[in-house]
Structure formats: C-alpha cells, structure tokens
Nanobody, 124 residues
Framework: VQLQASGGGLVQAGGSLRLSCAVS????????LGWFRQAPGKEREIVAG????????YYADSVKGRFTFSRDTAKNTMYLQMNNLKPEDTAVYYC??????????????????WGQGTQVTVSS
C-alpha cells in the first residue's frame, strides 16, 4: 500500500494550493479518507475526512469554507483544495486511508495507512 502526497509549497496569505494524494494497493473506492496536518511544536490534527458516502464529509472548524476535500475513484486520488490560506495553516499535511466506512473518521487510530507528508508554508 502506498499513499503519495504532493502539491505543497510556499504561498502568500490569501493564496491557494491543491494537495493530491495518489493511493495504490488499497480498496480506495469505499475507504475512509482523511487529511491531517502537524504544525511545528503541535500535535497532528484532523483537517478533513470522508467516507464512501458523498454526503459524509467532515471539516475542522478552522478550515470550513476555505478547504474542499474530494476524491476521484477513477484515478485513486484524493484532493484537498485550499483557498484563502492563512499563516496558521502552515504545517506538514498528511493524507491517510482507512477501512471501508460510509462516514468519515477523525481519529488517527482509525486510519491504517499514511502518506509521507507534504509541507505547506503560508507567508504573511
């Protein structure tokens, strides 16, 4: 199983980035999927999560209305579109996949596989 995250970078406040995570070797279509992030000196936290039901999406309060989480089952890839970025969004972002689930998962322990992380830096 491999999760390959990409799309991070340096952006000014107010800018946008799209993170991608390609998943291989895992039943992507019905998996619980998630994006987490870890800022320097802080614990890793959930950013967004989804189950296989398209209506079952979770966003952390800090990113609601700015981030959009989606999956493309034809490409076995998940995306995190991040708009109106703020300096406090600076972190290493991780994608994760877990077992078949209709609804989203928000705890790290509920995910089996993780990507390597991609750095997002937002300058003020």
């Amino acid at each position: 199983v491999q999760l390959q995250a990409s799309g991070g970078g340096l952006v000014q406040a107010g800018g946008s980035l799209r993170l991608s995570c390609a998943v291989s070797g895992y039943p992507f279509g019905r998996s619980a999927l998630g994006w987490f992030r870890q800022a320097p000196g802080k614990e890793r936290e959930i950013v967004a999560g989804m189950g296989w039901s398209p209506s079952r999406l979770y966003y952390a309060d800090s990113v609601k209305g700015r981030f959009t989480f989606s999956r493309d089952t034809a490409k076995n890839t998940m995306y995190l579109q991040m708009n109106n970025l703020k300096p406090e969004d600076t972190a290493v972002y991780y994608c994760a996949a877990g077992p078949d689930s209709r609804t989203y998962k928000t705890r790290e322990s509920e995910y089996d596989y993780w990507g390597q992380g991609t750095q997002v830096t937002v300058s003020s």
